[in-house]
């Protein structure tokens, strides 16, 4: 039986709507993968808002969002130089100044302040340094001979007030720095007398409504003192060895005094911890996460509480098989909100790089503003609106996934693959062409 001669055309005719949808198909998955790729480097805002677009990616490496909720941030323009700049955003406008003369060491750990007349001050470890209204004053710390230690890792700023930590002595000190207009005023005060008797250490500082709550720590236990005006007052303490098997990472106090610690990484106990003011108790607790992250790891880092005893909390995200400490492993830096719940911290809204705009590539500490601004930053300073009761969404989950190294991946393997095979089907049509040619 002879073939009809209409059969190479419909052959022709279906390789041709084959390579017609594979190249249709080809161009969406490209686009996707471009989209995915890409989205990050447009100035786009996913639930969080990018405060500065006007310098690349930059390590930040100090944040004051001072009482009007206005941004100051030390910026490195050029690290290997040490070249860094003070910037300032008040009312929109962007204002700034030129630092050539600082180290890394002390770009790393300064701290912002603000004098009464409104000009900048940065505490830089053993120095301090002023802008006058014309140029940057250097002057040494106003500190006596026997203060050699002042820790910049540690420092709280209210207003034109610094409180920092003395680890020069035998037992620890606290420095209180006042900021005048052109010049700075320091005390010493040093730990109550009760604290004498064992040598205790120190874990955290943070500011509270009417002063800066320290906590110190021996092998026993830890114990939470808030410095006023009129010196230290005892708050409370807790047994080291019944929860604690690790440092405090970092802590935060809400509105009504509530206390909330976070425990470094590997902690044998719980991962958080709270007291209870009005029941003078402490509770412990687990982060609950939702099913779809649970066999994801996580390191914290900082916390914070804002108004609605919301507990947002920094994070590294790893893959299931973290012991492998590649970088493939690494999913996303995270900031997770919590709300305490019957038995633990249920998770009110998971952000990370790959579900929203929060462009940091290394999470900070969290400062939340008296306007409800949400502030955080690594390579850029962004802010998320956190005055509602209902949070800013994400992307869906499963464009996040794909955004993912490993969702990148086969996109890219499904491209590839889409290509071959057009190209086989491009082969099969010249030859269908050939054969009929001849």
């Known amino acids: 039986m002879m073939a009809s001669p209409d059969q190479p055309t419909n052959k022709r005719s279906s390789l041709n709507k084959w390579i017609s949808g594979l190249r249709t198909s080809l161009l ?23 405060e500065d677009w006007s310098f690349s990616a930059n390590d930040i490496s100090a944040v004051l969002i001072d009482e009007n909720n206005e941004p100051w941030f030390l910026v490195g323009k050029s690290i290997k130089n040490h070249q860094y700049e003070l910037r300032h955003i008040a009312n929109g406008e962007l204002i700034s100044w030129n630092l050539s003369s600082i180290t890394f060491e002390e770009a790393q750990f300064a701290s912002i302040a603000v004098g009464a007349d409104g000009n900048p001050w940065l505490i830089l470890g053993k120095r ?7 140029q940057w004053i250097f002057s040494p710390m106003p500190f006596g001979s026997d203060i050699k230690d002042f820790s910049c890792q540690s420092v709280v700023v209210k207003g034109s007030t610094v409180w920092g930590i003395d680890n020069s ?29 064992s040598p205790f250490s120190f874990d955290c500082i943070v500011s509270t409504k009417t002063g800066v709550l320290v906590a110190l720590s021996n092998e026993k236990q830890v114990v939470f003192y808030e410095l006023k005006d009129k010196g230290f007052r005892r708050i409370t303490s807790f047994e080291k060895e019944q929860i604690a098997k690790s440092f405090i990472n970092d802590m935060a106090v809400n509105s009504s005094g509530q206390i909330w610690v976070l425990f470094g990484f590997r902690n044998e106990g719980k991962q958080f911890g709270t007291y ?19 066999a994801y790891e996580y390191d914290y880092g900082h916390l914070a509480v804002d108004t609605f005893d919301r507990v947002w909390v920094s994070a590294v995200q790893y893959g299931s098989e973290r012991k492998l400490f590649s970088f493939s492993n690494v999913v996303a830096d995270t900031i997770g909100v919590f709300k305490e719940g019957d038995d633990g911290l249920d998770e009110v809204q998971l952000y990370t790089s790959l579900n929203s705009s929060l462009y940091t590539s290394r999470v900070a500490r969290i400062i939340v503003g008296s306007d409800g601004k949400i502030w955080t930053w690594g390579e850029q300073l962004v802010w998320l609106d956190g005055s509602q009761t209902s949070l800013p969404s994400t992307l869906p989950s499963w464009m996040a996934k794909l955004s993912s190294y490993n969702g990148l991946v086969g996109l890219t393997t499904l491209s590839i693959t889409l290509l071959v ?5 491009i082969a099969l049509q010249r030859k269908t062409v050939s054969q009929k040619t001849s």
Do not use: Y
């Open 276 to 294: 209870n003011p009005a029941s003078d108790k402490w509770t412990w607790l687990d982060a609950k996460r939702e099913k779809e992250f649970s």
């Open 128 to 134: 301090l340094a002023h802008w006058d209204g014309n």
């Open 28 to 50: 969406i998955v490209q686009c996707v993968v471009l989209l995915l790729m890409g989205w990050r480097m447009a100035p786009l805002s996913i639930s969080w808002q990018t």
């Open 421 to 425: 095979v057009m190209i086989v089907l």
């Open 169 to 197: 002595a035998a037992q620890i000190r606290i420095i209180q720095l006042d900021i005048r207009t052109d010049s700075v005023q320091a005390r010493v005060i040093s730990l109550p007398d009760d604290l004498n008797s």
